[in-house]
């Protein structure tokens, strides 16, 4: 069983900057890809961005320039460094990440909890 405990949402002007944490625990014995989603009111979730193991990175075009993903690896833990935050980034987060229970291919997925960022004045 994995447990992922996301922190750090919460209210912020526009122009302002949040960082967002999300630290996996339990049985990992590898975690190839670490994500951050997002969910709006009224709309899909949808990738923010990504980041493998190996250190590649993907983000949404409307995120590009103002949000950084990275990863500590010894932690198991994925961080969403959020800059320039403009009211439309308003949504539920969710962490995500894929791993391995084991040596082998095989790979699970999990979500976390979910954590709110508001952008407003």
């Known amino acids: 069983q994995v447990q992922l405990v996301e922190s750090g949402g919460g209210l912020v002007q526009p122009g302002g900057s949040l960082r967002l944490s999300c630290a996996a625990s339990?049985?990992?014995?590898?975690?190839?890809?670490m994500g951050w989603y997002r969910q709006a009111p009224g709309k899909q979730r949808e990738l923010v961005a990504v980041?493998?193991?190996?250190?590649?990175?993907n983000y949404a075009d409307s995120v590009k320039g103002r949000f950084t993903i990275s990863r500590d690896n010894a932690k198991n833990t994925v961080y969403l460094q959020m800059n320039s935050l403009k009211p439309e980034d308003t949504a539920v987060y969710y962490c995500?990440?894929?791993?391995?229970?084991?040596?082998?291919?095989?790979?699970?997925?999990?979500w976390g909890q979910g954590t709110q960022v508001t952008v407003s004045s």
């Open positions: 980041i493998t193991s190996g250190g590649s990175t």
């Open positions: 339990g049985s990992i014995f590898s975690i190839y890809a």
């Open positions: 995500n990440i894929d791993y391995r229970e084991s040596v082998g291919p095989r790979l699970f997925g999990t």
